[in-house]
């Protein structure tokens, strides 16, 4: 018989950077089983959605689900409402959001490469992925008017236009991203020590992939073909040179150069974007009151952001539900524990990039 | 979009998405309830790999103490969803522990109307 030890992982844990608890059962360091609770920053945010704020105010409220992604959840939330009640986006505004967006999925994927940077001991590289973030955080700020919470979509289009010295801005600091952007991809591809330590540890077979669901990131680090920019019409990602970028390892390595390739990716469709930007109007008014339902699936940085609205010609909602990413992802994280070597937790918990904030809601 | 409801009754619910659920085909979403006062909708979501727009959608309803079906045995990953029902809808869901989202000492069944 082995040395069996139970070790608590979180809430408040290191590697960290949200709250949520694993209680992990070991024998000789071996994980043999696993529990775990989600629950520590639940706002009632659906239940406030359908009772306390008008339709037209619920775009707002999901984006402080989470700061990360609170772009992901507002266009998610005005794309149904915009369904149910038939309003005709105009096509500069879905240019600006496809950009927003893309710009979001950067910012994010980088603080999620840090992070596993981080957690691998390279803290140097931590700093720089980081330090690059800045560059995209400054030009959201520049773009939307916030760095965070931007506030930028709404239902029949978006709140501010580009204008022409930002657009030429935004091209010529692209260009700059770019270069920062595939240096990053180069280190986290070819640097010898981030190889010993990512590959082949905390590994997601495609076979599991499909049967625990998975989405995002880690689904298509495991070949996986799946994204919601593909499944689902929602943005004119077709038009922008959007490509779907998966690997077949399904470990910590394959799933930040899934990252780090979609990066570019992001960045190429944001150039194009703003290079082929349609005239016009940027939102269009709406009247009437929502009934029906109505869901739609958002590619959000972290995977597959799901969306279900229902109305009944009435101001606030009867239902808003929103299935995050992560909460996706939590069951075959659980699941992939078991057998792993606890020294593994960390960097494999943080390589899905896990957003508490999301799943808890 | 295409979308295709099976309206069943909650004791079918396992037996149809066994019928069609295959897991190289089908992407399962999640299952969602509307609270219709005294009892609840359910909405199983499903949408098949590489194709745009297309959701297969398993509708059911169940009163506040009837007890739901699990999908577990044929797809492993439900048990987030069908806990989340537990906690925020107080339903009885088969095999179904609370307590994941909600505290002990928040609201019961938070999502139900009135």
Request: charged share 30%; aromatic share 10%; glycine share 6%.
């Amino acid at each position: 018989m082995g040395n069996r030890i139970t070790v608590p992982f979180g809430s408040q844990h290191v590697a960290l950077p949200e709250p949520i608890k694993f209680v992990f059962q070991t024998e000789n360091e071996r994980i043999t089983s696993v529990e775990v609770d989600v629950g520590y920053v639940h706002r009632g945010i659906e239940k406030a959605c359908q009772t306390k704020f008008k339709y037209t105010q619920v775009g707002y409220v999901v984006a402080r689900v989470c700061g990360l992604c609170s772009i992901s959840h507002t266009l998610a939330y005005v794309t149904a409402v915009e369904r149910l009640m038939e309003v005709e986006v105009p096509k500069r505004a879905l240019y600006l959001r496809l950009i927003v967006g893309e710009l979001d999925r950067v910012h994010s994927h980088l603080l999620a490469m840090g992070h596993t940077a981080e957690v691998a001991g390279y803290e140097n590289l931590f700093m720089q992925t980081f330090r690059y973030r800045e560059t995209v955080m400054e030009l959201l700020e520049l773009l939307t008017g916030n760095r965070v919470q931007y506030d930028y979509a709404c239902i029949g289009g978006v709140n501010r236009d580009v204008t022409p010295e930002v657009a030429k801005t935004l091209k010529e600091r692209m260009k700059e991203l770019k270069e920062k952007c595939l240096w990053i991809k180069d280190v986290f591809e070819n640097d010898l020590t981030l190889k010993y330590r990512w590959k082949g540890v905390g590994i997601v077979t495609k076979e599991m992939a499909k049967e625990f669901n998975v989405v995002g990131p880690p689904a298509r680090a495991a070949g996986l073909e799946t994204d919601c920019r593909a499944e689902f019409n929602y943005l004119p990602f077709d038009e922008v040179g959007y490509k779907m970028v998966v690997r077949k390892g399904g470990d910590i390595y394959d799933r930040n150069l899934v990252r780090a390739y979609e990066v570019l990716n992001s960045i190429e469709m944001v150039e194009n974007a703003l290079d082929s930007l349609p005239q016009g109007e940027i939102k269009v008014p709406v009247k009437g009151l929502p009934d029906g339902e109505s869901f739609v699936r958002v590619e959000a940085p972290r995977g597959e952001l799901f969306y279900y609205v229902k109305g009944s010609k009435k101001l606030v909602l009867d239902r808003v539900r929103i299935r995050v990413p992560t909460f996706a992802n939590i069951p075959v994280m659980k699941e992939l524990f078991i057998g792993m070597d606890y020294s593994d937790v960390p960097a494999t918990v943080i390589s899905f990039d896990p957003c508490l904030s999301c799943t808890a809601r | 979009m295409e979308v295709e409801e099976i309206k069943v009754p909650l004791r079918d619910v396992r037996k149809t998405i066994k019928e069609f659920y295959e897991e190289d085909k089908w992407h399962f979403i999640t299952v969602n309830a509307v609270d219709l006062g005294g009892k609840v909708e359910l909405k199983w979501f499903f949408s098949p790999y590489g194709e745009k727009e297309r959701f297969r959608v398993v509708v059911s309803e169940a009163s506040y103490d009837e007890e739901i079906p699990t999908i577990t045995y044929l797809i492993p990953s439900a048990w987030i969803s069908e806990w989340e029902l537990a906690d925020l809808f107080g339903l009885n869901v088969e095999g179904a522990k609370t307590g994941l989202f909600l505290e002990p000492d928040s609201p019961k069944a938070p999502l139900r109307r009135g």
